[in-house]
């Protein structure tokens, strides 16, 4: 199958439309990562997406829809909802609630619980609404990669495995949206864009599923996706906490142990890197404190070292709080590797 990247103003977008109403499969943008999507009503199309993304199938995807009106496909929508859905949507909050029949058991994985997000994006938004059907939408990488967050990198992934990629220049945010589950007591299940304080806001009793930042290796999970291997360069990956003398005197200590190490950093300590070796890739994630710009550029810069063929890569600890979502990605990312120097 040939694989073609196509705007939004373009004759194909029609098309894109016509193959998620054919239960057909479309990466399209979304504000926090792109999606791989299919009818949501569909459990052949959902069944598409989980092949191609190879994506183990006890993991449930979220449900992308355009306008508030839920109810079709939940039951309980309970006050908590009411006003996450006003304060966040459209907008990086997944909830998750009750699902009726009209959701099928491949979605949601057996689940009798659904995740809904409306997305806060012109061209999903309009997929969604001129398709007729909400759409499944897991992120737009081979599981286990870092999500895409642009089309050329959606393309490296899924390259002979969908038709079109729609393209929406980088994702405006960069990480994955907050999962919250609303069917008993309120609880996060996954850090993403909109933070814990936010959310406290509103809804004070708010808390931290226990087992966000952990290591899992059974099945006893709320959220299946917590299970799995995420957001991994080729190489493997290590965090290092500490000033960056320190970081520095670590890699000049054990340089000579890798083919090729990289480090990620912030952009003050990009000449710094440079100079401890000329050997060390250095990549730039964003400025010190600045959130957004090194959610926005994380995902791209893990992928970077595979361009660079690392086969190690250090990165600085960017935020104390590892249960925000930048941190939590890239704990993931390093399969939890992290040394305090
Ligand atoms: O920002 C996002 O959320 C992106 C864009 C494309 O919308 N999507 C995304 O999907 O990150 P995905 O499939 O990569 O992550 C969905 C997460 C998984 O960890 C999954 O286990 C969890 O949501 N999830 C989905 N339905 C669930 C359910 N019914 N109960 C518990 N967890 C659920
Ligand atoms: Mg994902």
Do not use: Q
Not at 45 to 55: C, P, V
Not at 137 to 157: H, Q, V
Not at 289 to 294: G, H, K, S, V
Not at 313 to 340: G, Q, W, Y
């Amino acid at each position: 199958m040939d694989t073609k990247i196509i705007s939004f103003y373009e004759k194909d977008f029609e098309k894109c439309v016509e193959l998620i109403k054919n239960n057909e499969i479309v990466v399209f943008p979304t504000e926090t990562v792109y999606g791989i999507g299919g009818n949501a009503l569909s459990s052949e199309a959902s069944l598409k997406i989980f092949d191609i993304k190879e994506r183990a199938r006890d993991n449930p995807l979220i449900v992308h829809v355009c306008d508030y009106d839920i109810s079709k496909y939940v039951k309980n929508i309970n006050e908590n909802a009411v006003k996450i859905i006003e304060r966040f949507w459209p907008g990086p909050l997944t909830i998750i609630l009750n699902k009726k029949d009209i959701i099928p058991d491949e979605v949601t994985a057996g689940k009798d619980t659904v995740a809904l997000r409306m997305p806060n994006n012109k061209i999903a938004l309009e997929l969604i609404r001129r398709s007729g059907c909400p759409i499944a939408a897991p992120s737009a990488n081979i599981s286990g990669r870092p999500s895409g967050t642009n089309a050329r990198r959606c393309f490296e992934d899924l390259k002979g495995k969908v038709k079109f990629i729609i393209d929406g220049l980088e994702s405006e945010i960069g990480i994955e949206s907050t999962v919250i589950s609303l069917v008993g007591d309120p609880i996060i299940l996954r850090s993403g864009y909109i933070t814990f304080e936010e959310i406290r806001e509103i809804i004070p009793e708010v808390r931290f599923y226990e087992k966000i930042n952990s290591k899992i290796i059974n099945d006893d999970v709320l959220s299946p996706g917590l299970k799995y291997k995420h957001y991994a360069p080729k190489g493997e990956m290590l965090i290092l906490k500490g000033d960056r003398e320190k970081i520095g005197n670590f890699i000049k200590r054990n340089i000579n142990n890798f083919k090729k190490l990289g480090v990620l950093c912030l952009s003050e300590n990009f000449e710094f890197y440079k100079s401890v070796d000329e050997g060390v890739n250095v990549v730039d994630v964003g400025n010190k404190d600045d959130f957004n710009e090194i959610g926005k550029n994380l995902f791209e810069s893990i992928r970077r070292f595979d361009d660079l063929k690392c086969d190690f890569i250090i990165s600085e600890c960017f935020f104390e709080d590892f249960t925000n979502a930048i941190m939590n990605r890239l704990l993931k990312a390093s399969s939890h590797k992290v040394i305090i120097l």
